[in-house]
């Protein structure tokens, strides 16, 4: 059956007997108590029959409650009867609801084609005059016989707080249905209502199907919504409902859409709030017709929206907060906080400092770069520095400073002198993992951290400095970032051989003690210094120590070859988007093999079971120098929202179009250089050093160097999917 309430019990006065008879559990009111016309009204819940006999008066049973441990009763209200109020006798065990019984408005009864999609409408609460309360919910039924037996009841809503226009949920077309309602106050209920009847339609809509495809690491909601299909009608799908809900109930409306003849299968609403949770429905109607609405999906926003690239120019843009955040990082103070400059900042067990770096997709048009949390469409491409291993990930880590020596173990820390490849200053093979100062070292040492760390890569350095370009651009038109003051509108870094930035002698370095090298992360006003412009970002981007980049190679005819080689501009070969760059090792390799080496001679690189496959740069040319990025008004860099081909392919590596350098370069893209070179055993250097002036920056990429090299201002960043 359906919900059901204890009837009241109601005695004249504090003398009447009868009290016996009433059952345990059940509610008593006593009109006059104090039997003095006071007006004091009482009410009671008997607890037990302990001491009352069929002589027990009302009197008698409250004296045995206030002095029996277990309380036979207590009072539960003491209040006074209104002036206006009339109390008719009433005989001892009359059970009274105080509460008129209401009745169904709509479906009218007997009506017939009433739609699927149906609402119950309730008359006013109406109590008797002397009942103080409001209506705060009612009990809906509905069922295929008028006994409402607990096995036909179709639809129930058990003391609803939906107070009138329930909507009822799941009837069939073309089937008799019956109806009844009760109004309930608190503790009291009424009758239910007279029982009315009606038939459904035979036509209608079927119910949508609706679903986001996204997580809810965003502030805007994405709904989809399956295909409209009407039955036994021809009218259209002309219009929807959309409605997204803080209450389970639908009873507080955070977003809707009613009506909605543009959005009628998908949508979006923006301005979703973090940590908190939202009941999405929808239901499709026609001229005629409505469907039910939709099953309720709950979605649970994260306590911060980081997992999104962000806006250029807004606090946070190109740092984020990581979902499912693997066990070897700690969130630091303040990572969640967009406001905090640990903003999306991670440490290792040795208080190493990481930065995530959430994926993005770009699009350059022409000179102008457009990022985005998403495709747009298919307009824009996934950037190649989140895709490893065959998948598209969610963001990278990477050091927020060029890495240093901590107890002969690799180190990210603020103040620190970095690593060099070079026996002269700060050696590589001084850490336990190392034993050669050599740029193939920087390959080994980023284990130190763990298994699934890598040397950061030539795609990923590319995404901060695309990161960079938008930040600065966006700086010129009032956005957060604090190096778009000064030309070029790019991140600053030690380059002018006296600690200090060429273009904005401002920012200033303390010195490592080794030449002008400068300790990381030492940059005043270290924002700077970052790739983002804002305390939270990677420090050192531009400058101080080169770093080397893995991801595009050239073979070798040996493992220590070095030559400028007399191979074509299709002996290039890129890291596979199935290879997972954490199995790359320093080796080199002869012939075919799966040695996952980052080094060897063509055989090996071509081979079937090699991480790498081929790239024609014909813009990188065998003897062709130093190149400086920007050419007039010309593209810089090619795009194709197609991965799989070679001007994607080339871009992401940071080279640029044939046409997108000269002698000079521009101001735009920080004059920064790009060394073409056919080395052998090539390994490729990035951002420069402390005396490089306006070669340096975060678009400068060398490709002169070869794995045997030692140098002592090259480095090295880790990085972890």
């Not at 009628?264 to 109607?285: C, E, H, M, Q, W």
């Not at 103040?415 to 490849?421: G, L, R």
């Not at 090298?517 to 804002?534: D, R, V, W, Y």
Request: proline share 3%; hydrophobic share 30%.
């Amino acid at each position: 059956m359906g919900y059901s309430r204890k009837p009241n019990y109601h005695f004249k006065s504090k003398n009447d007997t009868g009290i016996d008879k009433v059952p345990e559990g059940r509610v008593i009111i006593i009109e006059d108590y104090e039997g003095d016309d006071s007006n004091k009204v009482r009410q009671f819940i008997k607890k037990s029959n302990n001491n009352i006999s069929e002589n027990s008066t009302i009197e008698d049973f409250v004296l045995s409650s206030a002095s029996e441990e277990a309380l036979p009763a207590y009072m539960i209200n003491d209040a006074q009867k209104s002036e206006a109020s009339v109390w008719s006798s009433k005989k001892v065990f009359e059970e009274s609801f105080y509460i008129n019984k209401p009745s169904i408005i709509l479906p009218v009864n007997g009506s017939t084609e009433v739609s699927i999609a149906s609402t119950i409408n309730s008359s006013v609460f109406s109590p008797d005059t002397n009942f103080v309360g409001k209506l705060t919910g009612i009990d809906y039924e509905v069922c295929t016989d008028n006994s409402f037996d607990s096995g036909n009841i179709k639809y129930s809503s058990l003391n609803s707080r939906i107070l009138n226009n329930n909507y009822v949920k799941g009837l069939s077309p073309d089937t008799l249905y019956y109806a009844r309602i009760r109004h309930i106050s608190g503790s009291f209920c009424s009758d239910y209502s007279d029982i009315i009847s009606f038939r459904t339609t035979s036509k209608g809509i079927d119910t949508p199907v609706i679903s986001s495809p996204q997580d809810f690491f965003e502030d805007y909601l994405s709904l989809n919504g399956n295909a409209y299909n009407g039955f036994d009608h021809t009218e259209t799908h002309l219009n929807t409902d959309w409605e997204v809900s803080t209450k389970e109930d639908f009873s507080d409306i955070a977003f809707s859409s009613y009506n909605d003849t543009v959005n009628l299968t998908s949508i979006v609403f923006n301005g979703l709030l973090p940590d908190s949770t939202y009941y999405i429905r929808a239901r499709y109607k026609s001229d005629t017709y409505w469907s039910d609405y939709s099953e309720v999906f709950t979605i649970k926003t994260e306590e911060i929206f980081g997992l999104r690239i962000g806006i250029p120019g807004e606090l946070g843009f190109g740092v984020g907060v990581k979902k499912n955040c693997p066990d070897y990082f700690t969130e630091m103070t303040g990572c969640k906080d967009v406001n905090s400059d640990n903003f999306g900042n991670y440490k290792t067990s040795n208080n190493s400092v990481f930065v995530f770096v959430p994926k993005f997709y770009f699009k350059w048009d022409h000179n102008n770069l457009l990022i985005s949390d998403n495709d747009e469409n298919g307009t824009y491409a996934l950037h190649r520095a989140f895709i490893n291993a065959g998948l598209e990930q969610d963001g990278f880590f990477i050091s927020k400073y060029q890495i240093s020596n901590d107890q002969n173990k690799c180190s990210s820390k603020k103040n620190t002198d970095p690593i060099s490849t070079h026996s002269d200053h700060n050696p590589i093979a001084n850490l336990t993992s190392c034993s050669e100062n050599k740029y193939l070292s920087t390959y080994i040492a980023p284990k130190d951290f763990g298994p699934s760390f890598h040397t950061s890569a030539l795609y990923q350095y590319n995404a901060l400095a695309l990161i960079a370009y938008a930040a600065g651009k966006a700086g010129q038109n009032g956005g957060i970032c604090a190096y778009a003051d000064v030309e070029p509108y790019l991140p600053k870094g030690c380059n002018n051989d006296a600690l200090a930035d060429h273009a904005d002698t401002s920012v200033t370095f303390t010195g490592s003690g080794y030449s002008n090298c400068a300790l990381t992360g030492s940059g005043e006003p270290f924002a700077k210094t970052t790739h983002n412009g804002q305390n939270c970002g990677i420090a050192d981007v531009n400058g101080n120590m080169y770093m080397t980049a893995p991801g595009l190679v050239r073979p070798g005819s040996s493992s220590t070859a070095t030559a400028n080689d007399d191979n074509g501009t299709d002996s290039f070969y890129i890291l596979k988007e199935s290879f997972d760059i954490a199995n790359l090792n320093e080796g080199w390799t002869d012939g075919e093999s799966a040695s996952n080496s980052a080094f060897g001679n063509e055989a090996y690189l071509q081979g079937s079971d090699s991480p790498y496959e081929a790239l024609d740069i014909p813009q990188v040319t065998k003897s062709g120098g130093e190149t400086y990025l920007g050419s007039g008004s010309n593209d810089v860099f090619g795009f194709s929202e197609d991965r799989n081909s070679t001007v994607y392919k080339i871009s992401s590596l940071g080279l640029a179009l044939d046409n997108g350098t000269d002698d000079t370069g521009t101001t735009e893209f920080g004059n920064d250089r790009i060394y073409e070179y056919h080395r052998e055993n090539l390994t490729v250097l990035v951002s420069s050093d402390w005396n490089n002036t306006s070669v340096a920056g975060v678009f400068c990429v060398d490709l002169n160097n070869s794995r045997a090299s030692s140098y002592a201002s090259v480095g090295f960043r880790a990085s972890s999917y």
